[in-house]
């Protein structure tokens, strides 16, 4: 189970350029080639075809130079690395560079020449992740830091679980992305508190109910959350949280920033049935709302995965039949 291309959208700015340590510890992780993209902004519609422009020209030399750089320092970091110059509109661009070169991870920063706004990400950004089917990660940058070489891994690393198999796969990918030492994985289920608008109080009897409802869920959570401990203890430092809250989104915001993560990684869907959006109620609210860096996972990577995974037992147990 693999990421084996991770593409970087760049515009040539500092904030955007803060997308590139994410992917670095994500390419490190899995071994991974990371592909960085440059979209120029095509001539105007009276120099279409006549693009030998000096201005032109200077601009995709510039911007080469701006790649090559950016990817001889990935290589010197000991990354598997190449850039590649587009030409028209940006979001268009980055959607037809997905599917031609089977990109299995987008890492975006959240911003870019536009600055922070009040918009949870830049125009770009939500078109592309409205529109691709691939597994991406978003970055909230700091306008003031300084882009550096990242260790291997991330520090913390909260994964909320909702008791399916696609959180659960989100998990173990995760996993993979915790520092060998010194690292932890949080994992962290929230019991959703039955509630029912209207105008007058609970009475007793449905206090009472509603309150044995919360305890038999905390019970079920409770085996749930020590079976997936377990399943992981030997492998990596990991910790598990149980709540009840009427707020899921608030609380893990909350708890992110309590526990201080440096990335909260969950399915696109998680529990939520397949249907017309790519993402689930909880994941598109976190992106909107949280401030920490955020890796969503779609479940057609999850086919792809198992399907790679397929191909590499029966290609070693071919390889072993032929031995000698």
């Not at 955007?16 to 991974?32: N, P, T, Y």
Request: proline letters at 5%.
């Amino acid at each position: 189970m693999a990421f084996d291309r991770i593409l970087v959208p760049l515009d040539g700015s500092a904030l955007g350029e803060q997308a590139l340590g994410h992917a670095m510890r994500i390419a490190r992780a899995f071994e991974s080639r990371v592909l960085l993209l440059r979209v120029l902004d095509a001539p105007p519609a009276s120099a279409q075809r006549i693009p030998e422009t000096l201005d032109w020209r200077l601009r995709a030399l510039q911007a080469q130079r701006y790649l090559d750089a950016l990817t001889e320092r990935l290589a010197e970091s000991g990354l598997d690395a190449e850039s590649h110059l587009a030409e028209g509109r940006a979001a268009e661009r980055i959607l037809e560079f997905i599917h031609e070169k089977n990109i299995d991870l987008v890492v975006f920063s959240a911003y870019g020449w536009g600055g922070v706004t009040h918009f949870p990400f830049g125009g770009t950004v939500q078109k592309v992740i409205a529109a691709a089917d691939t597994s991406f990660a978003v970055v909230r940058p700091d306008p003031i830091a300084q882009v550096g070489l990242p260790t291997n891994g991330y520090r913390k690393v909260l994964v909320p679980l909702d008791g399916s198999q696609r959180a659960e796969w989100a998990m173990g990918l995760a996993a993979s992305l915790v520092m060998p030492e010194h690292g932890k994985l949080l994992v962290l289920h929230v019991i959703a508190a039955p509630d029912m608008p209207r105008r007058q109080p609970f009475t007793q009897e449905e206090s009472d109910l509603r309150n044995k409802l919360i305890a038999c869920n905390r019970r079920a959570a409770e085996s749930y959350l020590a079976d997936v401990v377990a399943r992981f203890r030997s492998r990596i430092d990991i910790q598990s949280r149980l709540e009840v809250s009427s707020n899921v989104i608030e609380t893990i915001q909350t708890l992110a920033e309590g526990e201080d993560v440096d990335l909260i990684a969950l399915a696109a869907r998680g529990a939520t049935p397949a249907g017309a959006t790519r993402q689930g109620s909880t994941s598109h609210a976190l992106l909107a709302g949280c401030d920490r860096p955020m890796l969503v996972l779609q479940e057609n990577q999850r086919s792809a995965f198992r399907a790679r995974d397929e191909v590499a037992v029966h290609t070693k147990a071919g390889r072993a039949f032929a031995s000698p």
